[in-house]
């Protein structure tokens, strides 16, 4: 009887430990925040200044995946966040980021909005923050078809062997033939000269699969960025996104002829060498400079 009575309590200890860690977790909200050279993102909104023109640009379209977000400590020991599986913004370990709303320029957008990943965490003091700019390669290739949202996106999807856009601005410019009405069209689709507009959609290349419609087993430029800040407190600030960093050293007026508006991750486009530098990748013969797309404030 003793023995019995030994083992109820040791059982009833274990499962009270047990709960104990189940609830021993912290929720946490990682607030981003999209801007054109420190300004707000807004649709209808025009920015100055922009690229090596000094232009103005009207975006109309700013979205972004985000994977495997991550909490560091002191050390730079890192915690998985277990994102909240909404499947309407999260999946798994990947969050969409959308900060168009479908009005104006907009229109070929959503009007629902998300500007932040949510989760949780093991209690505990973290000091830092670690995520990727992308979507994991075993979820990249799927058929968005099929898939749940946020993956269901068609708009941020390309093909089956290039797989998901991880980012896709898109803009016109006061220096655009699109802007002052007398454009000659080539900029559609693979621009010459002046350009229709400009855009940023970031997203593997070189993906070597048997057809276009079958999912790749590699792809030789991933293009994924992997982003780290050893002081980020969610409680207090927020990740900044600016694409207006990201276009200082490119001109967002003039195409490079036989390309597609603006640089979409392609190789030999001569408008994606300034481009992807500031994102912090590699490109071509370029080597990967400091990213400058994201800050912490």
Not at 225 to 235: E, G, I, N
Request: proline content about 7%; charged content about 10%; glycine content about 10%.
């Amino acid at each position: 009887m003793k023995h019995v009575i030994k083992l109820i309590a040791v059982v009833g200890l274990s499962g009270t430990m047990v709960m104990s860690a189940a609830q021993a977790q912290q929720t946490v909200e990682v607030k981003f925040s999209a801007q054109v050279n420190g300004q707000p993102f807004s649709c209808g909104q025009s920015y100055k200044d922009i690229g090596t023109t000094k232009s103005t640009i009207t975006p109309s379209d700013f979205r972004f995946f985000v994977s495997e977000v991550e909490l560091l400590d002191a050390q730079g020991r890192a915690t998985p966040v277990a994102l909240t599986q909404d499947k309407t913004w999260q999946l798994e370990n990947i969050a969409l980021l959308d900060f168009e709303n479908g009005t104006g320029p907009c229109r070929n957008g959503t009007v629902p909005t998300n500007t932040s990943v949510r989760g949780t965490v093991p209690s505990g003091k973290y000091t830092g923050i670690r995520f990727t700019l992308g979507v994991p390669f075993n979820l990249n290739h799927v058929d968005p078809t099929t898939a749940p949202a946020p993956l269901s996106s068609t708009a941020m999807f390309w093909t089956w062997q290039g797989g998901y856009k991880f980012l896709k601005v898109d803009m016109t410019s006061s220096g655009s033939t699109a802007a002052h009405g007398h454009g000659t069209g080539q900029g559609g689709g693979h621009g010459g000269g002046a350009a229709s507009g400009f855009s940023v959609h970031l997203g593997s290349t070189m993906c070597a699969s048997p057809s276009k419609t079958a999912a790749p087993t590699a792809c030789a430029n991933p293009n994924r960025l992997t982003v780290s800040f050893a002081q980020f407190d969610p409680s207090s600030q927020m990740v900044v996104a600016d694409i207006g960093a990201v276009l200082t050293g490119a001109n967002v007026d003039v195409n490079a002829p036989g390309t597609s508006p603006g640089c979409m991750s392609f190789l030999k486009d001569a408008d994606c060498p300034p481009v992807m530098a500031a994102m912090g990748l590699p490109y071509e013969s370029h080597a990967a400079s400091p990213q400058r797309f994201f800050s912490v404030k």
